[in-house]
């Protein structure tokens, strides 16, 4: 696997998607480099949850083709992990944190394989890392909001990948697990794995990415935080919807939506 | 001997209703279970009229694809902008009546009776018996029950897991390449296998019943899928051999009852349940009022 390493962790190349004939992302074509932090930007309806999905074939795509270390999607799964919007789920399902943690291991034990006490070593560990161990049999729905996207990031944890995918994990939590998440995808950044992150809080944008991508069904722009995330872009990705804006290039955004 | 074989009967229709029934009432899919309860019945038709006899195997493979195809449609129509309960209830429906149509015009050839399709008669399983391997008192129906209940076993027990992270999260499944869709209409394949199996026994309507009560009972009970499992096999059970001897005491519909006693347990679990019961949230609710009085 090593000699593909060269590749960029993904490669997107034309891709379209449509819901009813109305396309929602038009002709994306970029790749994102190794070991960053990456944050995807847009207003409400731009695409961002979408383009995620159709990433990872979870929704079909009109056109394109998407390449992970430089192969099929499909042949590269084991890579990826992927942290849906918390809403996504059922939390009254009839099970616990670690379980839920577990869960990310299914993917690397085959079709038959149960999972065991190594993968529930695994899980146990990933709770720690997200501070959340004391909670690893608790009930899911009895955990805050915030715990339980402490969970699903444990679970991403737990599936070992080298390319996430992570919905709006800010949305909805207490500013204690937003400090978790930040100081965890700085970790996953130092161990040279990349993290595409869908966003909504401009204010924290610069402060958290060192890339960023604008998408309002096309992409605006693709490139290093410094680079990118500057007021005419923005204006341009966000229209007209855009209140409050800097002193200097780019810099205090408020309300943005 | 008779008492011994009905309930036999219902105790595996309750098992394999209790296993499928938690997975249908998870994924949110209990009218799937009765969509699919309704419209093998043009399958069980056109079975039996190929095959011209009620032999079952005949009708379990051609109402198993019946049942697919149900889902099928049921999807096909959602994804193309009907909404979710409309497209059930066109497909069950529309797929029922062709069944209804299909047994009248077929009425005077074939002896295959409406009421019995519909509500099933238990109480007559100990008349029909059949020789296996030499082995010839053991009801029919208790035959291709079990060979149900040992499928669900087989194939629910390998891919339990499988089963279980597409019920919680089917996008991630998909995500870390396991085939959702695959396990989708295997576990619909099973429904409608079970649905047919048990429709000689308890009937295509009464199997809703036990598919789904015990299951929703069950999620009542516990936070553990695999207890919740278990718990929905026993409830399921208790339903068939308490149904059975107050059906006897009542004189009564033996199918009926055991579906009855299930919306009975079901009331009880709702009450008292110590986690999700009605009561027990009541008693948190004074608590806390009181530890609020006592803070202002």
């Known amino acids: 696997m090593k000699q593909t390493r060269h590749a960029s962790p993904l490669t997107v190349t034309g891709l379209t998607v449509a819901y009813q004939k109305k396309p929602v992302l038009r002709n994306l074509t970029f790749d994102v480099p190794e070991g960053k932090l990456i944050g995807i930007i847009g207003p409400n309806g731009a695409g961002k949850s979408t383009m995620i999905k159709a990433i990872l074939g979870l929704l079909p795509k009109v056109s394109g083709e998407v390449q992970i270390y430089g192969k099929p999607y499909a042949e590269m799964r084991k890579l990826i992990g992927y942290v849906p919007q918390r809403e996504s789920v059922d939390w009254d399902f009839p099970t616990n944190a670690l379980d839920v943690v577990m869960m990310g291991r299914y993917g690397h034990l085959g079709w038959f394989k149960r999972p065991g006490a190594n993968e529930r070593e695994i899980a146990l560990d990933c709770l720690n890392k997200v501070g959340m161990a004391d909670y690893a049999h608790r009930q899911i729905s009895q955990l805050s909001g915030g715990q339980q996207q402490r969970v699903f990031l444990a679970r991403a944890l737990a599936q070992n990948a080298d390319l996430y995918f992570m919905d709006e994990p800010f949305v909805g939590v207490d500013a204690m697990t937003e400090k978790a998440i930040i100081s965890l995808l700085n970790e996953l950044k130092a161990q040279g794995k990349t993290v595409l992150v869908v966003h909504h809080d401009l204010a924290t944008v610069k402060e958290y990415f060192d890339w960023v991508m604008l998408l309002n069904v096309e992409l605006i722009a693709n490139g290093p935080t410094e680079l990118v995330f500057t007021k005419s872009l923005l204006h341009e990705t966000y229209g007209g919807k855009l209140a409050v804006f800097d002193q200097e290039d780019g810099a205090t955004l408020v309300g943005a939506r | ?296």
């Open chain 2, 1 to 296: 001997m008779t008492d011994f074989w009905i309930i036999a009967t219902g105790a595996l229709v309750a098992i394999s209703c209790g296993i499928l029934g938690c997975f249908l009432v998870l994924r949110k899919m209990s009218l799937i279970g009765d969509a699919i309860s309704h419209s093998v019945l043009p399958g069980i038709v056109i079975a039996f009229m190929i095959s011209g006899s009620r032999d079952s195997l005949a009708m379990l493979l051609g109402a198993s694809v019946v049942g697919l195809i149900t889902v099928f449609l049921i999807q096909i129509f959602q994804q193309s902008g009907v909404q979710a309960d409309a497209s059930i209830g066109v497909v069950f429906t529309a797929l029922f009546a062709v069944g209804v149509v299909l047994v009248s015009l077929n009425a005077r050839q074939v002896d295959l009776d409406l009421d019995c399709v519909l509500f099933g008669e238990i109480a007559y399983v100990h008349w029909n018996t059949i020789d296996v391997l030499g082995i010839d008192y053991i009801p029919k129906a208790v035959w291709i029950l079990g060979f149900t209940v040992a499928v669900i076993f087989v194939v629910i027990g390998l891919f339990y897991k499988q089963f279980k992270i597409c019920a919680f999260d089917p996008a991630m499944a998909l995500a870390c390449g396991i085939p959702v869709a695959l396990f989708h209409y295997l576990l619909m394949g099973l429904v409608s296998m079970t649905t047919v199996a048990s429709f000689e026994s308890v009937g295509a309507i009464l199997v809703v019943g036990m598919l789904i009560v015990p299951a929703a009972t069950a999620y009542l009970l516990t936070e553990r899928l695999s207890v919740m499992i278990v718990y929905s096999v026993l409830i399921g059970i208790t339903c068939a051999v308490l149904g059975y001897y107050s059906a006897a005491w009542l004189d009564a519909s033996i199918a009926g009852m055991m579906v009855t006693v299930a919306g009975a347990l079901f009331v009880l679990a709702f009450i008292f349940s110590p986690s999700h019961g009605m009561l027990a949230r009541l008693i948190k609710q004074r608590k806390l009022a009181v530890l609020h009085s006592q803070v202002s």
